[in-house]
């Protein structure tokens, strides 16, 4: 490990023991509530299938841009001062990427992709140069050129407006795609598993925070909401059903935790591909879900006994049934089991969702009602049923 003044830009790593979040860390996630805000008002702006398209896209982007800073501080030290210098600089960028969000598709494209790509780029370079010399180095050498050429993407889509989406389409296949082939280059081939030395639960932790910092954009719409409508008996009823449906969101994702005893391979050789499945891949999934709700929050607060189209319907039973979805795919990653209680809950959306399409027979408030009673049903049973799961 390099140290600059006796300090080295590297966690010093010992058995066992999971690395604590650094202060700094949780201060480079702050823009991430700005972004999140962002996300929500661009879709909420465009719910149509072309606006959910490009929501998906910046969103993917977002992520992306968290997932691997996270990563990284698997291994940096958040106490050397020029890692506190790059997560500075990284932050900036990522304000960047959320001040350009409304216009990313419009004039403001160049900027967005730009600081996507900056951010990428400069951060992986970091860890190339902290880390030289050392597996991980050339492990992040290989993650350089798959960012670099999905960074190709990025800007030329930026540059080609009439081509943009499908531009940048390939460029988030290109960025999700790398971990997935173990980040293979030709003539150098690929990366192996075990040369990254994680600490999963430090992973685990930032994924935590990141899915509060989710539910805590919710709270925010829901308040700047309230500010501009008139306080009547169903806008305060809609106001209760959105704040009971991210207490459950919250209960059935920090209620259900893997234990020791049914993870799936909890030491063995291919913890980076469980940690990669369970953190890079589902957790996008469940910050997507939190991000459609509160979008479905405001819908129902703003017109509680509207008209329910099919933008309503989708983000009233599209939000949980997306955290679920992910939270699927979290528990089979962490178990290799699939979670029939979520499977069933899940359907039971879909099902509601057909129902309301079809009939009409239900006001936004209603829908939101019974959605929330899904949630309210699956978190009584895993709060009752016996415990395959438990705190880690």
């Known amino acids: 490990m390099h140290t600059s003044g006796g300090e080295s830009v590297l966690r010093q790593r010992r058995a066992g023991e999971a690395p604590e979040v650094g202060a700094i860390e949780l201060f ?47 291994w940096l030290n958040p106490e050397h001062t020029a890692v506190r210098v790059l ?19 419009d004039d403001e494209a160049l900027l967005f992709a730009g600081c996507y790509v900056f951010l990428q780029v400069v951060r992986t370079a970091f860890v190339v140069w902290a880390c030289r010399g050392l597996p991980l180095g050339r492990n992040y050498t290989h993650l350089l050129v798959w960012s670099v050429l999905a960074g190709v993407f990025w800007i030329v889509g930026a540059l080609l407006p009439a081509h943009q989406l499908w531009l940048w389409v390939v460029a988030v296949v290109v960025d999700y795609a790398a971990p997935m082939v173990r980040f293979y ?38 308040g700047f909401a309230l500010v501009d409508v008139e306080l009547t008996a169903p806008v305060i009823a809609a106001t209760v059903l959105g704040f009971a449906g991210l207490v459950l969101l919250w209960w059935n994702y920090f209620g259900f935790r893997i234990s020791h005893e049914v993870e799936h ?6 913890q980076t591909a469980i940690a990669r ?6 957790h996008a999934v469940m910050i997507a879900g939190a991000i459609v709700l509160a979008v479905s929050i405001e819908q129902v607060t703003l017109h509680p006994l509207g008209h329910l189209d099919a933008a309503v319907v989708g983000c009233v039973t599209g939000g949980p049934g997306l955290y679920l979805l992910g939270n699927l795919l979290y528990i089979r990653a962490r178990t290799g089991k699939l979670a029939v209680s979520r499977l069933v809950v899940l359907l039971l959306l879909a099902l509601l969702a057909v129902f309301a399409l079809l009939t009409h027979a239900v006001t936004p408030i209603v829908l939101a009602g019974l959605s929330t009673l899904c949630m309210l049903g699956l978190a009584v049973y895993s709060s009752s049923a016996r415990p395959t799961v438990a705190h880690a």
Do not use: C, K
Request: cysteine-free; aromatic content about 12%.
């Open 28 to 74: 480079f996630d702050l823009v991430y509530v700005f972004a999140v805000i962002q996300l929500s008002h661009f879709l909420l702006a465009h719910l149509t299938g072309l606006g959910i398209a490009e929501t998906a896209v910046l969103f993917l982007a977002v992520w992306w841009g968290w997932n691997y800073t996270a990563w990284a501080m698997n």
């Open 87 to 105: 997560l500075a600089v990284l932050m900036l960028a990522a304000l960047g990427m959320s001040v350009s969000l409304p216009a990313a598709f």
């Open 265 to 270: 391979d909890p030491e063995g050789s291919h």
């Open 277 to 282: 499945s369970a953190f890079a891949y589902a």
């Open 185 to 222: 280059l030709p003539g150098l081939g690929s990366r192996a598993e075990h040369t990254w030395p994680l600490h999963r639960e430090h992973l685990a932790e930032r994924n935590r925070l990141v899915f509060i910092i989710a539910l805590g954009e919710s709270i925010l719409i829901m």
